[in-house]
């Protein structure tokens, strides 16, 4: 048993022991050091790459937006010219620009046919005491040719005392709810009253008792239009 004592005490630690012991740390140290070095390098080399992609996509920006401003800085020369041409023109050619628009009110000569009023509904409210209105279907009919006769017949006559005529259009669809062949009312006084066939001649005349315009005469036979108008057929002509 005291032998195996003996072997088991501790070696006693010799001055080679304790160099080669710090020869040891050093070298760890060392190899740390240098692996940290080796380590901060590289993320030296990708911050400076990643550094100078921001630099290229700004000098990239800059440029496209230098071209954004060219177009733009173009766009508004050009308005600019157009908008001073405009103005010089209204101000010192046309010489309207800094006129007011007058209230634009319905002209109509002398023994001339309105073909503008076309609606039911201002037969009776023209600033006449007396005139025609001739009412058909400008698209289709059977008597499509008769009344485009009649009107063009009426527009040549020279007779300065002859009425003024308008021109009524059942194609209109603002008209089209007064056509009515199978109820037509050729008693009609007012607007009210009145169911329109395919072809009509309107007298209207202001009543002298009421001050109203009213239907004077409500004619739907070619004939009797055309005598009513002093409008001569080609065989009496002949």
Do not use: W
Request: hydrophobic share 30%; aromatic share 8%; proline share 2%.
């Amino acid at each position: 048993m005291e032998e195996k004592k003996k072997n088991t005490k501790k070696k006693p630690v010799t001055k080679t022991d304790k160099v080669n012991k710090n020869t040891k740390v050093k070298e760890v140290k060392e190899a740390a050091v240098e692996e940290e070095t080796v380590k901060a390098k590289k993320v030296e080399t990708k911050k400076s790459k990643v550094e100078k992609v921001p630099k290229n996509k700004i000098k990239f920006e800059t440029t496209e937006q230098a071209e954004v401003k060219k177009f733009f800085i173009v766009i508004l020369v050009v308005l600019l010219c157009v908008g001073a041409i405009y103005f010089f023109t209204r101000a010192f050619v046309s010489k309207d620009l800094f006129k007011k628009d007058e209230p634009k009110t319905e002209e109509v000569k002398e023994g001339e046919i309105n073909y503008d009023i076309a609606i039911m509904g201002q037969i009776l409210n023209r600033p006449y005491d007396e005139y025609y209105v001739i009412i058909y279907n400008s698209e289709e009919g059977e008597f499509l040719g008769d009344m485009g006769n009649i009107v063009y017949e009426y527009s040549q006559k020279e007779d300065k005392k002859k009425d003024h005529m308008y021109r009524v259009d059942l194609a209109n669809e603002l008209n089209k709810s007064y056509y009515d062949p199978e109820k037509e009312n050729k008693s009609a006084k007012t607007l009210e009253e009145i169911k329109l066939g395919e072809k009509t001649l309107l007298k209207i005349k202001k009543n002298k008792k009421t001050g109203k315009l009213e239907i004077n005469k409500y004619i739907t036979d070619i004939d009797a239009m055309k005598k009513e108008l002093g409008i001569k057929d080609e065989a009496e002509d002949k």
